[in-house]
């Protein structure tokens, strides 16, 4: 048997698994290891930190294939040399080709305190996290959002529709919030957030966090909880792979998806170089191509040397549950039809993966 070993069950390798599970060839066996012993909807993390839905609405169950085997713990690192995959209680498990799909961590741009005195919506459990701190907080207090790019504006709209008691700030860098939408977007969310009372600060650059404290352009702002949602890089795991990366931390790949020069080890998602922002749209487009690498050569025939661009269909974001913007076909949408579609988009996701 041929074991291809799945590092994390996401959006990039579950669409790997839909691909090859109908026609999986006899001599191929599967071990798909997660830390986690569900497939989870990373986009709907920042409704989870608010409180407006349940745990349960964002986990949907791993399929199940008689030649498909889970082991769920942590991955600590992977052996290329010895072909291996280590996890943290000391497992071995090797593998004659892998797929590294382990997704991102929070990016903290070296800014002192950040990463110990602020909450995260990028892991499940980091998620919940932010959602116990924020559900405790008394009423009238501060919440710090640092960042506004699509999740910390999703977050901060989501949260101030939750507890209008709160007072929410919205901390970004630039001089206009979700700078790569048409500016007729922007204004529109900006436009939201006055209306709702959440207060956004622009041209912000923060210098340190202590505990209930961020310092913007080293001035003092007591927050009771501060949320960052300011930047992303590949997991820590990818992040000490001795491979060439590009300038965000991302392994950089041959156009059939895998490291040069080790044509069994491919890269999907949010810790693969590729044209565009990482997305889990980006990443279920690349695992449309991995699965087909995979099937051709189990079959031992030639893969397409390359594949065409990868089609985005384009972004929604939402503002709270009765409002949203997205980009479609480079059309700008705001209002109640992108919220409407963006609700659409996750119901068939859900149906698709057999939930
Ligand atoms: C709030 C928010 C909103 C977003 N909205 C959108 C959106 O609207 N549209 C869109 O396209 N994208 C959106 N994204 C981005 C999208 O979620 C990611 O790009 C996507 O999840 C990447 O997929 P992936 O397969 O690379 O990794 P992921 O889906 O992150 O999966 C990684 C998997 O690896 C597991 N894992 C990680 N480390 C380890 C380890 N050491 N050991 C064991 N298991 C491990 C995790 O448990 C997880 O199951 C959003 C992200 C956030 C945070």
Redesign the pocket.
């Known amino acids: 048997m041929r074991n291809l070993v799945l ?8 669409r790997i698994l839909l691909r090859i599970l109908p026609n999986l060839p006899e001599h191929i066996h599967i071990t798909l ?4 012993p569900y ?2 909807l ?5 409704a989870l930190a608010a409180g407006t839905i349940s745990d349960q609405h964002i986990r949907v169950p791993f399929p199940e294939h008689p030649r498909l085997s889970y082991v769920f ?4 690192k992977i052996d290329l040399h010895h072909e291996v995959v280590h996890l943290q209680d000391g497992t071995c498990i090797p593998y004659d080709d892998l797929v590294i ?4 961590e929070d990016r903290y741009h070296g800014v002192p305190g950040a990463d110990i005195f602020t909450y995260s ?4 459990d980091k998620a919940r996290e932010t959602y116990q701190k924020l559900s405790n907080l008394p009423p009238h207090s501060i919440v710090g959002v640092v960042g506004a790019g ?2 910390g504006v ?2 901060a709209s989501e949260l101030v529709e939750s507890r209008p008691d709160l007072h929410v700030k919205l901390f970004d860098r630039g001089t206009r919030i979700l700078s790569m939408f048409p500016e007729r977007l922007s204004h529109y969310v900006e436009q939201w957030f006055h209306s709702h009372g959440v207060e956004l600060i622009r041209q912000s650059n923060i210098t340190k966090v202590e505990e209930h404290t961020l310092y913007n352009h080293d001035e003092a702002i007591h927050c009771d909880a501060i949320v960052w ?1 300011a930047g992303i890089q590949p ?3 990818v992040r000490e792979l001795d491979v060439e990366k590009d300038s965000q931390g991302r392994v950089v790949l041959t156009p059939r998806h895998h490291i040069p020069n080790i044509e069994n080890v491919y890269v ?4 693969a170089s590729l044209p565009h922002a ?6 279920e487009g690349q695992a449309e191509q991995i699965a087909q690498v995979l099937q051709k050569r189990w079959k031992d025939e030639e893969p397409p040397s390359e594949f065409p661009p990868i089609k985005l269909k384009g ?3 939402s503002l709270g549950k009765k409002h949203g913007f997205g980009l479609v076909a480079d059309r700008p949408l705001t209002g109640r039809v992108p919220r409407l579609l ?1 609700s659409g988009v996750l119901w068939m996701y859900k149906y698709h993966n057999g939930y």
């Open positions: 590092l994390g069950g996401g959006y990039g390798n579950m290891i997660d830390r986690v497939h989870c990373k986009t709907e993390y920042y713990g942590e991955v600590k799909g382990l997704g991102c919506i990028q892991t499940i699509l999740s999703e977050l949602t997991n820590r795991v999907v998602g949010d810790c990482p997305s889990a749209q980006l990443a972004i929604l974001g963006k």
